[in-house]
């Protein structure tokens, strides 16, 4: 049986760890169960059966970049759920990007009208971060270097460096659908990053 004093021991280990609420929450019960268990399995006391614990989940605990264009430190299974977060956000983002570029051919009224809508919504969505307090302008500015708004550049870098080899005049018409293609995506990201970060749900941000 677990003590009180024994589970804040587990608590301040775990919060070293810098751990989001629910992924804290969630690996505190199995360090509980692992140690109650080794306790009584093998009559281990709980600084041993911790101990063990602790080396047992080493790899998923320790700290690594958040993603290779970001220093900020994460354990290994916080990195694991961001990275699947940030797959999603890129892949809505691209397929919204692409969708609108698609109508843009239809109607350039509608993507007209998709970017003031995406502009509008993310000015509400800012607005409402600092109102209520989920953000710090500060924290917007950073945002700015988020890993996958730095993708985008990253991406746009090389398009356009490949444009180089193209000839100028098929360029003019790539570079302008490349341009609204990445402002689109770029909003998309920005849109999502504010929405998780309202829900408390980790992004970075």
Known sequence: MITKEQEHQIELYLNSKKLT?????EVKDHFISQISHLM???????PEA???TKISWKNELEMVNADFL????????????LQQ????????SFIFATASICMMFLNTDVFFTVQIVLLG??????GYSFIAKKM?????????FHPLLLRNLLFGVLIFAFGSFITAENWKIMDMNVSKFLSVYSLAVQLQLL???????????
Do not use: D, G, H, P
Not at 121 to 126: D, G, K, R
Not at 138 to 143: D, E, G, K, L, P
Not at 195 to 205: A, D, Q, T
């Open 85 to 92: 977060r940030f797959r999603k956000i890129t892949v809505f």
């Open 40 to 46: 009584l399995s093998e009559n281990l006391s709980f």
């Open 70 to 81: 970001s220093f900020k430190k994460v354990a290994r299974i916080e990195r694991v759920i």
């Open 21 to 25: 609420a629910q992924i804290l929450a």
């Open 136 to 144: 710090k302008f500060s924290n917007y500015i950073a945002m700015s």
């Open 121 to 126: 919504s993310l000015a509400i969505l800012l």
């Open 195 to 205: 929405y998780f970060n309202s829900k408390k749900i980790n992004v970075l941000v």
């Open 50 to 52: 911790f101990l063990k």
